[in-house]
C-alpha cells in the first residue's frame, strides 16, 4: 500500500459503507459523511438482497426504449418515465436511447460479468468474517416466464449469453420448475435457473458493516449533509459540509442518486437520473419459496428473507423523491397472483410499502473511478438496481485506485468521464 491518506467518502449507502471498509481494511484514515442518520431507511434496505453473478446484462438495452416510451402515459407500467421539463432527464434519455443497442450489450456483458463474479467472491470472504449475521443464503434464483414467447425470448436473450460467458444457466419448463419450488404453486410457462446467484438481507449486512467499521476507527459522520466544495487547481482541498469543512487528500462521490447535484457543484455533468423502486414485505406470507425469483413480465423480484416474503420492482424516473404512488404500488400487488394464483391483493392490505431511489446511469454500467477533472475525486455511483450485488467490489476498486494499484477488473468502460 502507498503512503495512508486521509479519504472522505460522500454517502453512507451500501456503496459508501463498501468503500470505507475495504479503504480502512489498507489502513487509511477514513470519514464517511451522509445527511442522514445511522438507522436512515437507505436505497439498499427494502431492495431484493441479490448478490447475482447472473445479473450480466445492461439495464440499456436493446427493446427498452419503446417500454420507455409506453411508460410516458402508463403510470403502471414497470418503467415509468413520466414527461417533464428536465434538461439533465432529456440529456439521460438522449444517451440511454444511443445506448440500447446490441453492441453495447456484447461489450458490457463482459465487464458486468467480472464485476459481478468478482463482489459475489467478497461476499463470500465477507459471510465467514461477519460469522453469518448477514443471513447469505446460496440457492440460486429463478427467472419465471408466463408464456412460452417469453420463455423463448429469456433463453436467447439472456440463458444463451450467460452461458457463453461461464455462467451457469439452465432453461427449465414448468415441470422442472415445480420441482424445484415443491411447496409452491405457479402459473408459468417456465423459467431460467442460475445455480450461482446468492441473496442476503440487506438490513442485516449494512449493520454489520456499520458496525464493523466503527471498529475499525472509520468516523461515522451522519446527520451531516454536503453543500459545496474548496477547489485548489485541479484537486480537492475539502468538502464543505454543515459541520464545517472537511480536509481530506482523496475524495469519494458515494452519494447515490444525490450524486448528480454534488458534481454539478463542480461543474462535471454527471448524467444520472434517480430510478424508483418500490417493496412490500409480509412478515407472514402464505407460503415462503425457497429460492428468489424475478416474475419476467412484470419486472418483479420475490425474495424470501429470513420468514418473511419480500415483492419488489418497478422503475419509476420521476426525479428525486420518495412519494410512493399508489399505482405502482398496486402494479406490484396486483402482478403477484399472476405468478402465485394461492395469492390475494388482501394479503397486502397491512404491508407497509416502501421506496428507493436507485442511481441510473444511461448505459447501465456504474461509474467507478477517477475524475479527470479534479484526479483525487473518485466516483462511486450509477449501479442502478446492482448496488448490493456490486457494492464489496466497488469498495475494493476504489481502494486501489486510492493505493494506486492495478485495478481488479479493468475500470475504462465504468470511467466518471466518458459522457464527459
Not at 404491508?351 to 483525487?376: H, T
Request: charged content about 20%.
Amino acid at each position: 500500500m502507498s503512503k495512508a491518506k486521509a479519504v472522505v467518502i460522500c454517502g453512507g449507502g451500501v456503496i459508501g459503507l463498501c468503500c470505507a471498509y475495504y479503504l480502512a481494511r489498507v489502513g487509511h484514515r477514513v470519514t464517511l459523511i451522509d445527511r442522514g442518520a445511522e438507522d436512515r431507511d437507505h436505497c439498499a434496505l427494502g431492495s431484493a438482497g441479490y448478490v447475482s453473478p447472473s445479473q450480466i446484462l445492461p439495464l440499456a438495452a436493446p427493446g427498452l426504449p419503446g417500454l420507455a416510451l409506453k411508460g410516458m402515459f402508463n403510470p403502471r407500467s414497470p418503467f415509468y418515465l413520466p414527461p417533464r421539463l428536465d434538461s439533465e432527464l432529456l440529456r439521460w434519455s438522449w444517451l440511454f436511447w444511443r445506448a440500447c443497442r446490441r453492441r453495447h450489450v456484447a461489450r458490457s456483458a463482459p465487464v458486468l460479468r467480472d464485476l459481478c463474479t468478482a463482489s459475489h467472491r467478497l461476499f463470500e470472504e465477507f459471510d465467514d468474517i461477519a460469522g453469518g449475521v448477514c443471513e447469505f443464503e446460496r440457492r440460486g434464483r429463478l427467472e419465471l416466464c408466463k408464456t412460452r414467447e417469453e420463455l423463448a425470448r429469456q433463453e436467447a436473450r439472456l440463458a444463451r449469453v450467460a452461458s457463453a460467458l461461464g455462467v451457469e444457466a439452465r432453461v427449465l419448463d414448468a415441470g422442472e420448475v415445480a420441482a424445484l419450488e415443491p411447496g409452491v404453486r405457479l402459473d408459468v410457462a417456465g423459467g431460467v435457473y442460475f445455480p450461482g446467484d446468492c441473496h442476503l438481507t440487506p438490513a442485516r449486512f449494512t449493520a454489520a458493516l456499520t458496525q464493523l467499521l466503527a471498529e475499525m476507527g472509520v468516523r461515522l459522520q451522519w446527520n451531516t449533509t454536503v453543500y459545496g466544495w474548496h477547489a485548489d487547481g485541479g484537486r480537492l482541498a475539502a468538502v464543505r459540509t454543515t459541520a464545517g469543512d472537511i480536509v481530506a487528500d482523496e475524495f469519494v462521490l458515494a452519494a447515490g442518486a444525490w450524486s448528480p447535484s454534488l458534481a454539478g457543484e463542480l461543474d462535471l455533468g454527471l448524467p444520472l437520473q434517480a430510478g424508483k423502486g418500490y417493496s412490500l414485505t409480509l412478515p407472514q406470507p402464505r407460503f415462503r419459496p425457497r429460492i428468489p425469483m424475478i416474475f419476467t413480465e412484470a419486472r418483479i423480484a420475490v425474495t424470501p428473507l429470513n420468514g418473511s416474503l419480500r415483492f419488489g420492482g418497478t422503475l419509476d424516473l420521476s426525479g428525486v423523491n420518495t412519494v410512493v404512488r399508489p399505482e405502482r404500488v398496486r402494479q406490484i400487488i396486483e402482478s403477484v397472483p399472476r405468478y402465485f394464483p394461492d395469492f390475494r391483493a388482501e394479503d397486502f392490505a397491512e404491508a407497509r410499502p416502501w421506496c428507493g431511489l436507485r442511481p441510473v446511469s444511461p448505459d447501465g454500467l456504474p461509474y467507478i473511478g477517477r475524475f479527470r477533472r479534479y484526479r483525487n475525486l473518485i466516483a462511486a455511483s450509477g449501479h442502478a438496481m446492482l448496488g448490493v450485488t456490486l457494492a464489496p467490489i466497488t469498495g475494493k476498486l476504489v481502494a486501489e485506485v486510492v493505493d494506486g494499484r492495478q485495478p481488479s477488473v479493468a475500470l475504462s468502460p465504468l470511467s466518471p468521464d466518458r459522457y464527459a
